[in-house]
């Protein structure tokens, strides 16, 4: 797995989803989902943000909070649609 692809989503959520002064650490095992930092509809906006950079198609019943939950279970359902 690329380095790159990991400081991509880590970069995304954090411009995306926290204020610059909100002190929070985003790595890849970081609780995206379940400390709040993603909600609901947030989540909807990183599957599309995913589908698009990666020209991919992700199934609704795939993107659950679970699958979502960090960036190194997000990369694991990356892997399941494309070679990354």
Not at 25 to 49: A, C, P, Q, R, Y
Request: charged content about 35%.
């Amino acid at each position: 797995m690329s380095e790159d692809v990991k400081k991509m989503i880590i970069d995304y959520v954090k411009k995306e989803y926290l204020e610059e002064d909100s002190g929070v650490d985003v790595n890849e095992n970081t609780k995206l989902i379940s400390s709040g930092i993603v909600d609901s509809f947030s989540m909807v906006s990183l599957k599309m943000f995913l589908e698009k950079k990666f020209q991919i198609k992700i199934p609704d019943d795939k993107a659950t909070p679970e699958a979502f939950d960090s960036v190194n279970k997000i990369i694991k359902l990356l892997n399941d649609f494309t070679k990354i």
